[in-house]
């Protein structure tokens, strides 16, 4: 194989960047550089907030090298230079960094096609559960009672269950990733940047702007999204063997406390308990799948 | 002992991408993203059935994928083809701008479908025309041998670092992709000679740095006035083309603008694609009969051969454009162009036949001419043919 010598950076996301403080996506870089090290990789954005980051030519706010795509296909156009660098023997892992819409909506046709296909991929999607750069419209991933900027008071569909259909391509390796848990987030970043074969993350990355929450409270509602059971955190194993990572305590205070720290349910009205609902639902789905598998 | 074969003007598109593919072996090879679509599948599949050294040919989900697979593998310094046809290229027409907007040199196949609906399978250049201005390189073939021929050439001159974009080469749907005629067929080593590996200066290898990265206004600006520079250097580029082709082809492809009989013409009908070739024989026929007539046939539309038309249209008081596409709510897309460079003074009528595969028959090209010889003054554009 052929190694590219002095590649990297020492950081994938510079400092200097454009994006908000408390980004969610950018703590999701800055853990996801430190796990994987001097991995070489090239990264493929679609439209997206990541994609905002990047900065005005001829500059770049990546430590290694960048194809802004289109929106539809970071999958597709990683798919390209996946294919050509294995043609070449090169030792580089491709990877899409997408936000929802990228993943859930508009990129869901090419993310199924490139999973299907067991393209060599590692596809992340950070989830803010909306259209961040335009400024906070609903996305599939926007859960229920959220509001956004165009629905009138909060959405009333739940979010989709993308690791589920994901899970359903029968990939090498899928996992959501919580950057509330370190240990966990970099056993997951280094397994999926290694392994081969297409790869999914999904990283629950609250955006304090969308979500009105307070910027320093990013990583407190990832905790609370998490002892509540809002956000499983799994792992999917050639597409059957489901783990359970973290166990929630099913907190409803904790539940309380996540949905007081943002103003975006205000206008919804929801109550924790109805909400309590959804998750119980979710869990019992979560807890057939993974069986008696908790735990590492 | 050449190698003549019996083919489809698809099979001869694939055979040329194979040949061009495998000419990049001793480079990064060559990669490609393919969806069927009628009438360009055959192609499709041909691709898919060879075995490239340093190849592979992805089977996506959908057009706009297709050329996003042809986008990552040409960034990454890969050489790239893919095909497609009418609703197939609207679809993928996203990613076709950005694979021109990114100056890559992938070259596709397009075999000339109706955009519908109304749904039809037959051809019509309003699918290709109406990505006239992605940036793309734009060929028109007129036979199977053009076809193979325009493939080889279309890497050659989207892969020179003067003109760096990509290339459309057209073909029309049926009367060439399921058309078979004699075609001659070159072999790998005159292939490889013709076209040496792509090296892609902006290849996206180890260094950070962003492709396809947010400018202000006036760098936009600066892209656009570069590649629309790098556009009028295809002429160049095509004409030493043209002559090394030859040289190593012994044949010789079309000239951009392709005359039959105008030396002394008084009306030239200006065509592309196929209906030249019926154009011709009703130039033959009306000529025997003392009509002073003449055919102008643009195989090359982008870069606009301004000057090959000018020259074309020397002491010429009369000019028909048979368009087989129409700008609704203008006219014929050719014609606009034609009437654009035009002397004052000369009549330019604009005669619209042919959509969604409509047979352009002599009788037609006849009424044509006849009414361009009667009319003083250029008047709207008139279809001819209608509901036949």
Request: aromatic letters at 8%; one cysteine or more; charged letters at 20%.
């Amino acid at each position: 194989m052929n190694r590219p010598e002095s590649y990297q950076d020492s950081h994938l996301l510079r400092p200097g960047n454009t994006n908000c403080g408390g980004c969610g996506m950018s703590i999701a870089f800055q853990m996801f550089k430190r796990s994987i090290v001097d991995t070489p990789v090239q990264l493929v954005i679609p439209a997206c907030c990541a994609a905002v980051a990047a900065g005005g030519f001829p500059f770049s706010a990546y430590g290694a090298p960048v194809l802004l795509s289109t929106f539809a296909s970071a999958a597709s156009t990683a798919t390209g230079m996946a294919q050509v660098a294995r043609l070449n023997s090169e030792d580089i892992r491709v990877v899409c960094w997408a936000g929802d819409g990228g993943t859930y909506d508009i990129g869901m046709a090419s993310l199924s096609g490139a999973a299907e296909r067991n393209e060599d991929i590692l596809f992340v999607c950070y989830d803010n559960e909306i259209y961040g750069n335009t400024g906070g419209q609903r996305s599939s991933a926007t859960p229920a009672g959220a509001g956004a900027t165009n629905i009138l008071k909060g959405k009333i569909e739940p979010k989709k269950d993308i690791m589920s259909i994901i899970a359903a391509h029968g990939i090498p390796y899928a996992a959501t990733v919580s950057l509330a848990d370190p240990d966990d987030a970099k056993r997951k970043f280094q397994r999926s940047i290694k392994e081969k074969g297409f790869r999914f993350l999904l990283i629950l990355s609250p955006c304090p702007t969308g979500w009105k929450s307070d910027p320093s409270m990013t990583i407190e509602l990832v905790r609370l999204a998490v002892r509540s059971g809002l956000f499983p955190v799994l792992e999917v194993e050639n597409g059957s063997r489901w783990t359970i990572n973290v166990e929630p305590d099913f907190s409803r205070d904790d539940l309380a406390r996540y949905v007081s720290l943002q103003r975006r349910f205000k206008k919804s009205e929801i109550k924790p308990d109805e909400m309590a609902e959804e998750i119980d639902l979710k869990w019992k789905t979560v807890r057939m799948r993974a069986g008696c598998n908790t735990g590492v | 002992m050449k190698d003549m074969q019996m083919i489809t003007g698809n099979h001869a598109a694939a055979t040329a991408a194979v040949l061009a593919g495998r000419a990049n072996r001793s480079g990064r090879g060559f990669c490609s993203g393919v969806y069927p679509i009628t009438p360009s599948t055959e192609c499709m599949e041909f691709l898919c059935l060879q075995e490239i050294e340093k190849g592979h040919v992805v089977k996506v989900e959908s057009e706009h994928s297709a050329m996003a697979v042809c986008i990552g593998a040409s960034v990454s310094g890969a050489r790239s083809f893919t095909t497609t046809a009418g609703n197939g290229l609207i679809y993928m027409a996203e990613n076709v701008m950005v694979a021109a907007f990114l100056r890559l040199p992938v070259v596709m196949v397009v075999g000339n479908r109706a955009v519908g609906p109304p749904w039809n399978i037959w051809t019509d250049h309003s699918d290709s025309l109406a990505l006239r201005d992605s940036g793309w390189i734009q060929i028109y073939c007129g036979n199977n041998q053009e076809v193979f021929d325009a493939v080889l050439i279309a890497f050659r001159i989207a892969e020179d670092h003067r003109v760096l974009m990509p290339v459309m080469v057209c073909q029309e749907g049926f009367v060439l992709s399921h058309t078979m005629a004699l075609t001659e067929i070159a072999d790998q080593t005159q292939v490889d000679q013709f076209l040496p590996q792509l090296r892609l200066p902006h290849r996206l290898a180890q260094t950070p740095r962003v492709v396809g990265s947010f400018t202000s206004s006036r760098m936009v600006e600066a892209h656009r006035e570069q590649h629309h520079n790098a556009m009028r250097m295809a002429w160049d580029v095509y004409r030493e083309a043209q002559t090394d082709f030859e040289k190593t082809f012994s044949r010789r492809p079309p000239d951009p603008v392709v005359t039959y009989r105008t030396e002394d013409a008084e009306l030239a009908l200006v065509s592309m694609g196929t209906i030249a070739e019926t154009v011709n024989r009703v130039v033959d026929n009306l000529r025997d009969r003392g009509l002073k007539i003449g055919s102008v046939r643009v195989t090359m539309f982008r870069p606009f051969p301004f000057d090959a038309l000018k020259k074309a249209f020397t002491g010429i008081s009369r000019i028909a454009v048979i368009d087989r596409d129409i700008s609704l709510g203008f006219g014929g897309v050719l014609w606009g162009e034609v009437r654009s460079l035009a002397q004052p003074g000369v009549v330019v009528q604009n005669y619209v036949s042919g959509l969604g595969g409509g047979d352009v028959r002599p009788e037609h090209i006849e009424q044509m001419v006849k009414d361009a010889l009667e009319r003083k003054t250029t008047g709207p554009s008139i279809f001819v043919g209608v509901g036949e």
